[in-house]
């Protein structure tokens, strides 16, 4: 028995977390980079003492709780979710702030600990300040909100709780299948009590991340479908890169003649230039990965969770007896499709089914056409990049450029708007961690906080953030915690005077792009699509500036190129702004998404979109 430590709640809650570290493939790391906080009075003499006494947890001051969990758990996604960071708030606002952080998390599956400060568990001097009152229970805090999106939520409300907490807590983010957000309400009277917690409580943990093995006589239905298929196809999910399983995909592809399609938070599973690389697949998907899709007989889904934009809501797979073999971590996500289920880590599971297929391989011919597909898609991205769009360039020359002058090791960030689309389609990966898209819960704001995690987790890569003029002004006040920290983001701010996304999905469904663009209202009314509309005039440069960022204004894809030099240069971050045409996209190939369109409308416009809506509903599959 060591001897016991008396700590405060909050003390020892940090005490632990320093000792904590992950384990796989022979490689040990700690869990937690560090805390990432903004002090209130809900936190300030708890967590926030604490972390003054204990240095070795490194505290980092940020602008924005939102911002904060986004930079956490890009850093986690970075690091395979090995590593990640605990977040510290007061109680309220502070901790609410932290809501679209979680949901962003536990869409994704990513870990991140959240330690939202929370009202007096002693209850006397209620109500406190930003106290919700409730006249059902005196139990309930604004806290409570994170319970649905949490994978592990608890409120700590007496010091000794933290000796059963904390141990679930750490084996919710360190497990494969259950990770997200996890949520520890810290009452701020709580925080400060003090209590002999054991020794052995601080001693050096190892969480092992297994790497399991799906069930045998599973693996065998999965081979036997394989080899009696025709037309196979892999979708490669965010598990491929999780589970460090991108040279077994490739191995398996080489070997099988297997084509792959990639989602959004897989793409880069395979280099862009592998024959077999469809690319992104679904409703932002190429006409490569689409085609393959559409006809395939057995899809096998590997780390995918089947969001809408991957099964382009259940448009994709077309053929009447197309089956699924879904090899996932997760049972839940193991079962989507009434699937054949291989519950197990990719990487393993790959290697193991490479042994079992020996001597298999698709027809020649089905692979001389995947293939085909995948020059001629190339040729397809060749020719946007060389759109030449005048007077504005189009976004996706942008993309080109920032593409093939960009460092090759470096690492894209984007997660709303129009590019996110754009960018799954004409982004080439060329390593696993190139293309960082969060797009569970495309959240607007992410880039340039997630920006900041990624350059945490990878400072010797160059971080590009493409951010949109929607999305920078919803979030970009850490900005200045990147300057403060001198974490090195090169961002991409394109000006495209609005929601440039939702108003070509506005246009899509006969709505003109009302309430989409920055524009002056006329008669109380914002106008959609009209030529002499009145644009908002904001000086994003000046805005970039005085958060100390450097900032250039390209006009050109010759002065973007130019600037995109400058700024791989520089030391301080650095912002590129620069305006595009807001009509130009690129288009959609062979894919939908479901958006529902209004039945009743006096616009004749928004009635021929819901009759181009029911017809494509009858092409939505339940896979029974
Ligand atoms: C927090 C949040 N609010 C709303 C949305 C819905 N939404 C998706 S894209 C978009 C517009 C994004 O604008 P911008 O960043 O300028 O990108 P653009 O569409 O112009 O490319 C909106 C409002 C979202 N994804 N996230
Ligand atoms: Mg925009």
Excluded at 95 to 101: C, D, I, Q, W, Y
Excluded at 535 to 545: M, Q, S, T
Aim: glycine share 8%.
């Amino acid at each position: 028995m060591t001897q016991s430590r008396r700590l405060t709640t909050a003390q020892a809650l940090i005490a632990f977390l320093l000792q904590q570290h992950t384990r796989r493939d022979g490689v040990e790391q700690r869990l937690f980079a560090g805390c990432f906080g903004i002090f209130g009075h809900g936190n300030v003499a708890g967590i926030g003492q604490a972390l003054q006494q204990m240095p070795e947890f490194r505290y980092y001051q940020v602008r924005n709780e939102q911002a904060m969990v986004h930079a956490a758990i890009a850093y986690a996604k970075v690091k395979n979710r090995l590593q990640t960071f605990a977040c510290t708030t007061s109680i309220g606002p502070g901790a609410t702030n932290m809501l679209t952080g979680a949901a962003t998390a536990t869409i994704n599956r990513l870990p991140v600990l959240l330690l939202p400060g929370d009202i007096f568990a002693r209850r006397n001097v209620a109500p406190v300040l930003q106290q919700l009152e409730s006249l059902q229970s005196q139990d309930f805090s604004v806290n409570d909100c994170f319970k649905p999106v949490s994978r592990y939520w608890d409120r700590i409300n007496r010091p000794d709780q933290l000796l059963t907490a904390l141990p679930e807590a750490m084996r919710v983010l360190t497990s494969p299948t259950e990770t997200g957000a996890v949520t520890l309400a810290l009452p701020q009277d709580v925080q400060t009590e003090a209590f002999d917690f054991p020794g052995e409580f601080f001693d050096h943990r190892v969480w092992h991340i297994a790497r399991n093995r799906p069930d045998t006589a599973a693996l065998h239905r999965a081979v036997a479908l394989i080899r009696d298929c025709r037309r196979p196809v892999i979708v490669a999910g965010g598990g491929v890169i999780y589970a460090d399983a991108t040279e077994a995909l490739r191995k398996f592809v080489d070997q099988t003649g297997i084509p792959v399609g990639e989602t959004m938070a897989g793409k880069g599973s395979l280099r862009y230039d592998h024959p077999l690389c469809l690319g992104g697949i679904g409703a932002t998907g190429t006409l490569a990965a689409n085609r393959i899709a559409r006809d395939a007989d057995l899809v096998i889904g590997i780390g995918t969770r089947y969001s809408d934009f991957t099964t382009a809501s259940k448009t994709a797979f077309q053929d009447p007896d197309v089956e699924f073999i879904n090899l996932n971590v997760t049972e839940f996500d193991a079962g989507k499709h009434h699937g054949l289920p291989l519950i197990g880590d990719a990487r393993a599971t790959l290697e193991e089914l490479a042994v079992m297929l020996t001597g298999y391989r698709v027809d020649d011919a089905y692979r001389e056409r995947a293939e085909r597909l995948h020059h001629a898609w190339e040729t397809e991205v060749d020719r946007i990049y060389a759109l030449h769009h005048t007077p504005l360039p189009s976004q996706g020359e942008l993309f080109g450029v920032l593409n093939e002058h960009s460092d090759p090791g470096a690492i894209m960030v984007n997660a709303a708007g129009s590019m996110p689309g754009d960018l799954h389609k004409l982004w080439r990966s060329r390593h696993p961690k190139n293309f960082h898209m969060e797009y569970g819960n495309s959240c607007m704001g992410y880039e340039i906080a997630g920006g900041l995690g990624v350059k945490m987790a990878a400072p010797e890569r160059d971080v590009i953030v493409i951010v949109g003029d929607g999305s920078y002004l919803m979030l970009s006040s850490d900005l200045v915690t990147a300057v403060q920290q001198g974490i090195k983001l090169i961002v991409v701010l394109l000006d495209n005077g609005g929601y440039k996304s939702i108003g070509a999905l506005s246009r899509s469904l006969g709505q003109d792009g009302f309430g989409t663009r920055f524009v002056r209202p006329r008669d109380g009314q914002l106008e959609g699509d009209s030529a002499d509309a009145q644009p908002l005039e904001i000086d994003y440069a000046a805005n970039a500036r005085s958060l100390g960022a450097t900032v250039i204004t390209a006009r050109t894809t010759g002065e973007f190129s130019a600037a995109l030099a400058t700024a791989r240069a520089a030391e301080n971050t650095t912002v590129i702004l620069i305006r595009n045409d807001r009509l130009t996209g690129v288009p959609g190939y062979d894919s939908w998404w479901d958006v529902p369109v209004a039945e009743v409308s006096d616009m004749p416009s928004v009635q021929e979109a819901r009759r181009a809506w029911e017809a494509m509903r009858t092409r939505e599959r339940l896979f029974l």
